[in-house]
Every structure is written in C-alpha cells, then in structure tokens.
C-alpha cells in the first residue's frame, strides 16, 4: 500500500477504535459490539461488480462473517424488489446499492438507517464534498458513498482533429463552435447525441450554478428558471434547434455503441465511469479517445456537476446492522477499497483522488493519457447544493413522455418541456404527500 | 375399407389421399411466411459467432472477422463462474416439473369440461377466463406478498407452483377433447364397468395425444421463456432460470453504469437455450402423425 | 355408427342424439373431482391475488403518509385520465388489425401444411414454429437490428433503393410491433390449428372422396368446421393476450429513441410504470381491474357466441 493510503487507513482505524472506546479483537478494527463469535450472514444487494473484491480480506478480518455479495438486479429493478421485500417482512438484505438521486426516495419514508449512530460522520471529510452532499438527507448520513461520477468530456481526438479541432473545447461557446464544425464533416457526424437525457441537461444546469430542486424534509420547491438553470436550457434548445446534436440515437442502445465506435459521436459528456465501458463499445477507436474536463460557462472557472455514482446503505429492516457497518465502511472507506479502486472503481474518497499510482494510471485506449488527474480534478470540482427531488425515479419516467414531441417531431421548446414536467412533479408530489409547488 | 376406398380414389385421381401432388406454388408461398421466420434466427447464429468486438464494428448480416462461435461457447459456461449451468438446470427443472404437472391437470381439467357436468361449470369458466384477463403485472406484487407469507419466496416452488396453471391448455384441452373423444366410447367402457379415471386414463387419453403433446411443448416453451414473476419472486441468482440470467447480463451492457458489455454471450446463450426447444419439438413431432381415433371407432 | 360419418361433421359431432348425452353427463362429483386439482391451485395463484389487488386498488398509496382509504376514488380518478384512455385505444385498435391477420395466416399454414401437398411439410412445420420459441429480450434484440435504419437491414435497404422508411417513427411503430408480434404467435397458432386438423378422422376424408369432393369442399366442409373450437379458443386468447401487450414496448423503449413509446403507451406497461417506478400500487390495481373487465366482456361475448353448443349441454 502507498504511505498515504496505509495512513488514511490507519487514521480511520483509530478514528473508529477512539469512538466506540472498545479495544476489540486482536486483529479486528473494532466496530461497537460487531458480533465475533456468532456466524453471521451478510446479504449484500449490488450491481456494481466489484463490491465481491473486498470480501476476503474482510472474512478474514472477521471469520464469524460470511458475505453474500448478490446482483438483485440493476437499479429500478433492485428497488422494487427492495420494497417487496421491505412489505413482506422478509429477505431484506444487510447492505443495498443505491443511486445518488434515489436514496431521497428510501430514506425520507424511513427505510434507511441513520447511519451515524455508527459514527459515520467521522468520516465525512474523506470524501469529496459534494459526495458527501449526496448522501446527507435532513442533515444525516443515510450511505456511505461507494462510486463516483464527475462529468467530464470523454472526445475522440482524430475525429474532432478531421474536423478541425485541435484543442478540446474549454468553454461552452467553443464546445459550439466545435459542433458546427463537426456537423460539417457531413453524414451522420455530429459532436454528441441526446435522446432526450435528463441526466445531460441535469449535469449542465447543476454546473452552471442552477438549482431547480429545493427539499427540505417533505416540502419541495420546483423552479426552472433560476440564472444557472436558464442559461443551460437557453445554450442547448440552440444545440437542437441547430441540429447540432444526434437526436436519434439513445444512449446505451446498439445504435450508440457503434456511434462512438465509428466517430460519427464524436463526445461524450458523461460520468467518470465511462472509463471501463468505452473501451469495450468502441473498440475500432482505441488510441483516439481523451477526457479533458467539462467544458465551462465562463473562461478560467472550474465548476463541475455529476452524472450518475452510486452509494451502499443499511435497510432500516435489516438484521445485522453492527456486522454490515463494518463491512460497508470496509470496503468504501477501509482496508477493502483497494482492491476495488484495482478493479476498476471510481471513488470520491480524497484518499485515493490524491494517490499517486491512481493519478498515474494509463490506459492505451485513451492513447497514454494521465486521464486520472484530469477526473480526481473534476471530482473535486463538482459544485455543492444539488438536490434532487425525492421522487426522481418516477421524475425521471415522466420526463421521458413529456419531452417526446420536442425530440420526436421538433414540437414546442425545452423550457416548455421543463414547464410541464414542473406542473407533473407538482401534481404527483403533492398527491404522493409531499408539499410541492 | 381403406383399401377399397384408396383403389375407387385411383381410378379418378393419379395421387391418394395421404399422398396427394405436392404443389411447388403452395410450397413457395409458405416458403416466404418460412423466410419471414428464419431471417432474425439467421441473424442470431451469424451473430453468436462474432467476438463482442466484431459485433460492434460489423453489419449484423455479415460475418466477422473471426470466427468466435466456440470462443463464445466457452466463456458463456465460464462466465460469472459457471452459473449459466446452474440456469440451465433450473430451467430444467422447473420446465420438466412445471411441464408435466401443468399438463396433466389441464387434461384432467379439460375432461371434465367436455366429457361431465358439475355444479358451477360456467361461473368456472367466467372466473378462468377472468382472472387470466388481469395483466399479470398487476397481480405480481400480491402473488409475492402471499408466497412470502408461507416462506417460499426465493425458492422453487416459487416458480413451479404459478406454472402448474395452464388456463389456455385447459381450454385447448377441452376442445380437443370435445372433439376427438366420441362419447360413444365411453358409455361402453362404464357398460362394462370401468372405472371414470380407468376410462380416462386408457380411452380418453391415448386419443388425445396430438393435443396433449402440442399442450406440452406449449407449456414447455412458455415455461422456458417464463421472465416477469420470476424475476419478483427469486432474489438469488443461483435459482434464477435462464430468461432471467440472460436478461441480468444484457442490462449489464446497456444500462448506465460500468457494467460489462457482454452483447456476444448474450446471443449465445439465446442461441444455446433455442436448441433444447428445438429438440423438444422434433422428439414430440411424431405424435402429430399417428393415425388418431381411426382404430377405436369400429363399428 | 357409420350414421355419424356421414352427416355433416361438426366438432360437437358428439352431440349425438340426447337420450346418449344424458347417460354421459349425469356425473357431476366425478367431474368436480378432475377439475379440483387445477381449480384448488388456480385459486391459490390467481383468485386470492386478485381478491387482494382488489382491495389495495380501493388505497392510495402516498410516498409520505402511508396508505389512505379512498374507496372507488383510484376508479374515478382513471375515468378521467388521458394517459389511460390513450393506450387503451391504442391496445384495442391494435388488435382488432393483428388477431385476424395472425390468425388467418395461421389458419392458413395450417391447412398448407396439413394438406401433405407441401416439399418438407417437416421443415416447416418446425421453422414456423421456431419464433415462438425464443424469449422476448432476445426477439427483440433481432428486431431492433432488423428494423434500424442506421445500422440494420433497413438501413441498408433504404440506402440501396434511395428511401427513408423509417419502422420506428412514432407513426409506424405500432406496425413494426405488429410485425415482431405476428412473428412470435402465428406458428404457435398454427400449430393448435393443425392439432385440431390432425384430430379429423381420416375416414370423412375417404368418405368425401367417395362423393366426389374436391380439395376446396373439403376445406370448407370437412376441416374448416374442425377448426371452430380452436378457432375460438385461440380468438378468445389472442385477445387477452394483446390486449395485455407489454414486452416488445418495454424492450423497444430503450432499445431505439424517437419512437413515440411513452411510458402509457399500452395499459399494461402504463400499470407497470405506476407500480414499480411510481410507487402508485392501489392505481395500477385499479387499472389492471379495469382492463380485466374490459377484456373479459369482449372475450365473454366471444365464449358465448361461439361456444353455444358445448356450453350448452
């Protein structure tokens, strides 16, 4: 281990031993009143594949534990079942994945743990701050963060040089003035898609100081027409209505993967994660990729958003919450973050943002690119306040049925779009209990 | 009789009837509805032979580069340690069970409609038809909540026991039945004293066979392909059927996410787990041959 | 018995004289005792759920505040939503244009394949089979290729001929799925059409040829009529089951953009976006009991009209 990172982890040893005031086993960090001598078993729900890395070191750690690491599916899927299972009083697992954007939606019912009875906000300062933000609701810790996703700008630098491009675009205008000259290699070349993304628009506006969504406990503001907010939704109605961006190609569908392979998607701006899935969907164009830090509102500032990331939580329901404490802090802050930083995790701990065999990592794919510093920089960038409305998965599904006729057939403005989806979340919201307006 | 009714045929046509001309028309025509079946299967062998890299960088039609087929074979059973085995054998299982049962009550069921009359046959019948009018999306979350109560959730039974219920085999089962049981030959049985599920079982059922093997094999392929209870019901991907897996490793690839792009298994796997319905089929064609209720209706 | 050979066969060809179906009929406990062991798990699986749905579709269900009572208020409150009615249309129109195309090619295979007058009957009869066969993720996938027009076949055929068809704009989605489904059910279709062919006895046939009948009145008078039990039955549930159509949407959504399927686009997929995104569960029940109903009328009217003979005995 590289010294900075055996001392973070020791500090956080002893950060945890001081708290409970408990000395422990001989080798075990101690966390108050972990069970040694009952076996235990540890029901782990994640999709994110490489939780199960830092399993043995754990189960060596406690050889009471046996961890189940279990995919319960992706995202929504996960959750439904995480309900079923909260409803039916049984198969609640220990430890469950969520994304940022919909741990609102479990914890303000109260179905997740405060986790600082555990004495998590001992270690709030480890992460990036708006990471932390993320999973602080009413001023609690309900998760521990475990990946990250700062957006930044993912370019393929032979085609953006075919058309004329030399410099990734710094500032937003010249990211505009970029797409016109790459809509001018003709064909399907365009410089990015967007099939109606809310998680685009979303890291634009949240960049840019915009702040539509204001919760506080069960009362949510809803407001599209803050500074930040409209001129994101000004800069890119003109992306569209200049054709300028690829409106028929969805992300994540075949269609994309062959995009990008090809170059006629010549960028992405998207989550620091993309590092592990790009290679593998646009394999003719290895070499050719760089990622330079996302493009600004004004010359010089450095502001940043997210675009996705995930956090582990403790269900309210579940049975062994000492034992999975200990393991969640293992392996998103402990000795098992590691091997899954070896594995592929982008993570929001300073710890790592700031190590040096991280920073140096390379990849031929992105040509030999540091791409590392460029992503621990934007990580660190990402602007603090957002919040998301607690029911931003169903958001979300509405936003894709409200914004269909401007990206099918050109009907209307995004402003209107964002209108209308304001009048739907007011309306759900208030009908789902929360005061809306 | 056959024979003399083959002979008079002769005299007026130069084919018979069980061995009519065959017409190059009729065959061409259907040829193209046959096209219309084929091309997307095309599509999925030609695909399962390319690399995940050359499906991405080649037209779905062609061939890749490199031909991977057994490539991608191999890390199918080796991917996520081997649990596409165990997906196999739970689809296994639960088709063969699930098949079986599903069956034979429909053919119990199915008798009993058309061949005795019970009390409340037609709210029977307006209650079936129904309850299968529910889209099952909505009927998911109780079914969970109700197998959750008796702790089977995450097990088997959990998608054996909906898969006992085959409404639609209960109706088909009750058509051919209907028609292809003439009553005649059980008031003869019970005449001489045979016993109504003896009679069932050696009357009724041998006639029934083209109907009960297309129940079957339809039971078995909807089995197979059974995705959306399951996937609420079973939380452990070691009981998960193959639908179910096989979907799991798509949305790895196409979900936001660092999920791997495993496009090339994802076909494969399809392609490996068309085969055993496609040996079911041919293995249980004959039965559509056999010359049916013609020995039993002597007079 | 050579009587019944040669009236005009019908599938109630046992609705032989009454004096014979007395004597058969008259056993009612037997036959509530074959029926039992489906009944009993049917009531298990399905009956007790929907008595369940029932009741939470008379809840709202609030993300804060937990359930409240509101009685038929879920029912009103649907009545009046547009997004409901939209797919509603969308689902009924839908079938009353691809049931009868599926199951009059079908009908039509069937009696091609039955007539032996086909090269390699055996072929086809497993090749039209074959698309049943394969899951919806993985039918759709091929589809999705198929009908692309950047990368798929389309793609390539608009580029050849100079046209810009598209399969997925929001006008001709509704086609393309038409065409993955007809795809996927007309050899299941077929094949319960060319059971029930099989099923005819081969004596009417030489009974036929004995009177002189063409290949045409043998149709029309032998195995057409044959058909009518099945054709009912799979009317009936070809209805219930595209009415239910949910799958190749959900799949289609992700997989191509601009194709106008909004999250409402059938009531089916709309009750599965209210319950497991929308947390709404009490809502979808109630529109899954609405449909329910809506499907089991038309299907009932179906039953009754076509079924008179058996149903009546």
Redesign the interface.
Known sequence: MKKRHLAAAVATVATLVALTGCTGGSDAPSGAGVPTDTPITLKVWSWDGTVKEAVPGFEKLYPNITVDVINAGSSTDEYTALDNAIQAGSGVPDIAMFEYFSLPLFAIPGKLTDLSEFGAEDIASDYVDAAWGNVTIDGKPYALPSDYGPAALFYNQAVLAEAGVTEPPATWDEFYEAAKKVRALGGDHYITNDSADIFLLLSLIWEGGGRPFTVDGSNVKIDFTDAGTTRAVEYWQRMLDEDLVNTKVTGWSDDWNRGLNEGTIATQIIGSWFTSTLPERAPDAAGDFRIAPLPQWEAGETSGSENGGSAMAIPADAKNKEAAYAFLEYFTHGDGLQSRIDAGAFVPNLSNLDDETFLGTTNEFFGDQKYNEVLAESSKNVATGWQYPPFFGWARTSYEDVSAPLYNSGKGTLADVLETWKQRSIEYGNEQGFTVE | M?ST??T??RR?RVYT????????T??L??GL??L??????V??VINASKS??DF??S???AFGDHFALWDNVVQVFTFQEGIFARWLLNTVLYVVVGALVSTF??A??G?????????G??V????????????????A??????F??L?I??TPWAVL??S??N??G???M???T???????L??AARIDGAG?FRI?RQIAFPLLA??T??VL??SF?SI??N?FLP??ML???AWYP??IG???W????????????I?NL??TA?LL??IP??IA??SL?RY??S????GA??? | MSQQLLAPPTPAANAAPDRTSLRVRRRPKVGLLFIAPFAVLFLFVLIIPIGYSAYISLFQNKLIGGNAFVGLGNYIKLFNDPQFYDGAIRVVVFTAIQVPIMLISAIALALAIDSLRLHGTKFFRVVVFLPYAIPAIVSTLMWGFMLGIRYGLIGSLNEAAGTSFDPFAPETTMISIGVMVTWGFTGYNMLIFYAALRAVPRELYEAAAIDGANEFHIIRHIKLPALRGSLIVTIIFSIIGTFQLFNEPNILATLVSNSGITSYYTPNLYAYNLAFTGSQQGYAAALAIVMALFTIAIAYVVQIKGMKNVLNK
């Open positions: 056959s009714s083959s008079v045929a007026t009837l069980a061995n009519p001309r065959k017409s190059t009729l065959t025509l259907t509805f046959a219309y079946c084929l091309l997307p299967m599509w999925l995940q890299q991405v960088s037209f779905g039609l009550l429909a119990l069921g008798y009993a409609l058309a061949k005795h009359d019970f009390i046959k037609r029977f019948l307006l209650v079936v038809l129904g309850s299968i009018s529910v889209p099952g999306i909505a009927l979350i109780p079914q969970f909540l109700l959750a109560q702790g959730t995450n026991i909906p006992f219920i409404p639609f209960l109706y088909l009750w058509v051919f209907a028609q292809a049981v003439p009553d005649g059980i008031e109504e069932f083209p109907a093997v297309t094999l339809f392929v197979w392909n995705y996937l609420i939380k452990d991907p193959l639908t096989i979907n799991q798509n949305k790895l690839g196409s979900t936001a996410g660092n999920g791997e792009l496009q994802v076909i399809s787990t068309i319905l496609v089929f041919l064609q559509w041959q010359g049916l209720a013609l209706i002597k007079d």
